[in-house]
């Protein structure tokens, strides 16, 4: 017989979203975009994080940056909503509720 050789255990190299979760933000997306607010997107995904950030135009900073930080899952959540400003609107463990804010304002636009 061979000698077994243990699988490694540290982090992951980057942090992402997986497919509900992408499903669930692009949707929010595509509605923002039909209701023509928002125009663009962009992903980064780093060591720590994964970042979905929405644009009104292309040239200006996001309207809204929904972060998912694993290393906080277990303080105050792993998702935050944070503003053009920087601030951060909503906190929490889980998608939907985070994500209330932003769906409230496509219920203004819709009406």
């Known amino acids: 017989m061979g000698t077994v050789t ?3 255990l540290g982090r992951p190299s980057q942090v992402g979203f997986d497919r509900i979760e992408l499903t669930r ?3 929010l997306y595509g509605r923002m ?6 125009k663009d997107y962009a ?8 970042i ?12 809204f940056r929904i972060e998912k930080r694993p290393a906080l899952r277990n ?13 951060i609107l909503k906190r929490g463990h889980e998608l939907g ?9 496509l219920m203004k636009l819709v009406d």
């Open 33 to 38: 975009v039909a209701a023509g607010h928002w």
């Open 75 to 87: 303080r105050q959540g792993m998702w935050a909503l944070i503003g053009e400003a920087g601030a």
């Open 6 to 8: 243990p699988l490694p």
């Open 25 to 27: 933000i692009l949707d």
């Open 43 to 50: 992903i980064q995904l780093d060591v720590d994080s994964a």
């Open 97 to 105: 509720p985070v994500l209330a804010p932003v769906e409230r304002r």
């Open 52 to 63: 979905f950030a929405a644009f009104r135009r292309a040239a200006e900073r996001p309207e």
